[in-house]
């Protein structure tokens, strides 16, 4: 089975902080994405990324970065945290014609 | 992707199949249905997928209806672990990348 590993399943951050939610994937699967997900908004997509170095924006990548060096971790950036990031995060990973696996989560507080 | 559409709640007993509809009236040929269901402050879980052909595996079965505008996602015996949010989503093939995430159903399994 494909494991999608979040490296923090709480965080606790203060406002202005620069924040890196990291993921990593045990299997040789191309495509990795962040989501958001908030009460009443369902998942949200920030960015993804189908191989090394490449990245695309989702619906609401205002306020993230992402970086993806190696084909196995996909790493989110809050450049400059804020109370209104404060969110579930949850990455995934794809290979061609199959589900989604998830990881667990990471939910951030922004204080 | 097409747009899909969920009840937004629904219960069932313990012990009885809990039957999920989903509606895709826009989905194209090549777009398969997918089935994910989030347990609370989990990431999503992979249940079952399918194109045309009614599928099944040890968790769920899945009936496409023949002009595909519709499925239901069948738990056969529910029990309540099964209490959750159920996504339908419509992905086309190859589409490894953006999906529309609704906001799913919430079921409840009742003892």
């Known amino acids: 089975d494909v494991k999608v590993t979040q490296s923090s399943r709480y965080l606790v951050k203060r406002t202005g902080e620069k924040v890196f939610l990291e993921c990593v994937q045990d299997m040789d699967h191309e495509n990795m994405f962040w989501y958001r997900q908030d009460p009443g908004l369902g998942l949200r997509l920030i960015y993804f990324s189908y191989d090394v170095k490449m990245k695309e924006k989702g619906d609401i990548p205002e306020g993230y970065s992402v970086s993806r060096e190696k084909k196995e971790r996909f790493s989110l950036i809050l450049e400059s945290a804020s109370t209104n990031q404060t969110s579930m995060y949850l990455c995934?990973?794809?290979?061609?014609?199959?589900?989604?696996?998830f990881g667990s989560g990471t939910r951030l507080t922004v204080v | 992707d097409a747009k899909t559409t969920q009840p937004p709640s629904m219960d069932c007993a313990e012990g009885r199949a809990a039957n999920l509809p989903c509606n895709h009236s826009t989905i194209s040929g090549n777009e398969y249905v997918y089935w994910y269901r989030q347990i609370h402050s989990q990431g999503p879980q992979y249940i079952i997928h399918g194109l045309k052909n009614n599928e099944t595996n040890e968790m769920a079965s899945l009936i496409i209806t023949e002009d595909r505008k519709s499925s239901t996602l069948i738990l056969p015996h529910a029990t309540l672990r099964d209490t959750a949010v159920y996504y339908c989503?419509?992905?086309?093939?190859?589409?490894?990348?953006?999906?529309?995430w609704g906001l799913g159903t919430s079921l409840a399994v009742n003892p």
């Open positions: 995934a990973t794809t290979r061609k014609n199959y589900g989604y696996t």
């Open positions: 989503i419509a992905r086309g093939a190859g589409n490894n990348r953006k999906l529309i």
